[in-house]
Every structure is written in C-alpha cells, then in structure tokens.
C-alpha cells in the first residue's frame, strides 16, 4: 500500500519511517525541504545511499539542474545557446555594459516561476540599477539575462533507459495586452484572477516546420544528456525570429498536477494521468528488474562482431 512520508532535515525520523513501512519504492515528489529549494536533491541523495529505488532524476541532476547558472554551464559547455547573462549576489557589483537589453532577473535557485512578474523584464541600464538591489535582497543571488524574443516552447519528455519528446507545447501570448512583456511569470502560472494567467495559453502547435521541430527536439534530448535526467523531464526554450534555440530552464523532476504542463502533453500523446503515472513507476521498475550475469547462448551467438564484447 502507498503511504506519504514527508522529508525534512531530520534525517533519523525519515529513515527511520522507511524502514517501518517498509518501503521498497519511492516516488520521489520533493520539491523542497523545509522550503529551501537548494535542497531538492538531497531526497535522492539519501535514497542513493540507502539503495531505495525511485522514480526521476539522480541526486546530482536535480541539484545541478535546481541551479539556473549552473545549467546553463553545462549545456552551453556542449555548444546549446543560452541567452548571455551575468550572476548577481551582495558581493558582487552590477556591470550593465556586458548585458544587451531588455533583460529579465530571475532567482538562481527558485522554481515555479517564484520571484519572476512583470517588473522582472529592465529595459535599460538605468532602470536595472534601480531595482535590482530589491531583487538580491530577497533571493541573495539572481541570474540577469538578456531577454529573447520570440516563441516559448515546453518539451516534456519521459521514458527509460533514453527519453524521447512529448507533443511539443507552445506558449501563446497573442491574447496579452501590448504592455506586457511576454513572459511566463508567477502570476501567469498560479494567479487566475490575473491578466497573465487569464491570456496565456498552452497550445499544441501544428504548424511547426519539419526541420523546426526537429532542432527543438534534437536540442531537448541533448540537454536532458547532458544534465542526466532521468524518466521524465521538461526544458524550456526560446525561439527567435532566426529560429536560433535558447534554453531557458531544465526541470528534471517537473510538476505532475493534473493541470500542469506535462500532464497536458502527456494527455496530448494519448495517455491519461494514470497511464502516465504508470510509465514513470515502469522506468524504475526496469531499472531494478535483475539482469542476468551471463547473456544466454543464442544472444551470443547473435553477436556480429566481438568488439561488442569489449571496451
């Protein structure tokens, strides 16, 4: 039977609730730990250690891919455009000649679009150095990046061992007022009182072109490689109006609510939420299914070179 353990810092009381249940798989939704979202991939950590298998991505992808600078690193590291930004905390003093204008601020560490509205977009270096002290108060450290213009693409992916794409989900900004800024902010996401939530849509475009499709694709599968994620995943892109592809954020363990954007893509596939929830327990039941210590004669004899035998 499924039972909820929640997971806090006190490591003794958690392990000690897996061993009493007696648990032999986590699906692993932790987002935070006691609301410090830096912590999100300490759940898995444990998990490791302790040989209890779980659903989604390994402790150091969550952690690597929870750190907005830090992936961005690691993808543009393998030649995947990023938009060029510049890392800001008490420490460090603002250079507004390096950065192209507009700019969006957004927290190095937060999820859920938390801390990312309207007044996050600067058009000018005046207006940065204004309010951007505001932002380090509250967050302590936030990424400034140029501001993209141009398409907003969700990939969702699932699978295992690789992960393939989902229907490509789209954000459509073509109902807000002019004097807002294209963005995916908080308020959009959460708040459906508000203008944002109320007049951006997710859409399933149809119209992509072949070769489009295949470049956001092709540069979704890469990321999710490179950041090692695992059974399901999501990366969010940029278009331009060169049809150059920025990364924006990866999401590693993404939402699963029922309204949420890989639910939706998943729905658009042709499964339904049980059917998805059911091919995310499969990854992890395939992973701890026992392998054989020798392959069977027949798969030897099958064998068309002996270089696969050998590193």
């Not at 830096?38 to 898995?44: N, V």
């Not at 989604?56 to 995947?80: A, C, N």
């Not at 959460?190 to 499709?213: A, G, V």
């Amino acid at each position: 039977r499924p039972v909820v353990i929640p997971f806090t810092k006190d490591l003794p009381l958690f392990i000690d609730r897996l061993k009493r249940e007696s648990v032999q798989m986590v699906f692993n939704l932790c987002e935070t730990v006691d609301e410090d979202a830096t912590l999100c991939g300490h759940p898995a950590a444990v998990l490791e250690l302790l040989g209890v298998p779980f659903t989604g991505s390994p402790s150091m992808s969550l952690m690597i891919s929870t750190d907005k600078m830090l992936t961005k690193q690691v993808v543009h590291s393998s030649g995947i455009l990023t938009p060029e930004s510049v890392l800001l905390n008490k420490q460090t003093d603002l250079n507004a000649d390096v950065l192209t204008f507009p700019v969006i601020v957004k927290p190095q560490f937060e999820d859920a679009s938390i801390g990312i509205d309207q007044n996050s977009v600067f058009t000018s270096p005046q207006a940065l150095e204004q309010g951007i002290h505001d932002f380090i108060v509250r967050f302590g450290s936030v990424i400034v990046e140029e501001y993209i213009d141009g398409r907003e693409f969700n990939v969702s992916l699932m699978g295992y061992p690789s992960l393939a794409p989902l229907p490509l989900a789209e954000i459509d900004f073509c109902r807000l007022p002019e004097n807002l800024h294209r963005i995916v902010g908080y308020r959009a996401k959460w708040d459906p009182t508000s203008l944002e939530y109320q007049n951006t849509r997710r859409i399933f475009p149809e119209n992509l072109s072949p070769r489009l499709q295949k470049k956001i694709e092709n540069t979704a599968r890469l990321c999710s490689r490179l950041l090692r994620i695992r059974d399901y995943g999501r990366i969010d892109m940029r278009v331009d109006h060169k049809e150059n592809v920025y990364v924006l954020e990866a999401n590693a363990n993404p939402c699963l609510s029922p309204d949420g954007g890989f639910a939706a893509a998943s729905r658009k596939s042709g499964l339904s939420y049980d059917q998805m929830v059911a091919k995310i327990i499969e990854s992890v039941q395939h992973r701890i299914s026992p392998k054989p210590m020798f392959p069977d004669s027949k798969a030897l004899s099958q064998e068309s070179s002996p270089k696969n035998h050998f590193l």
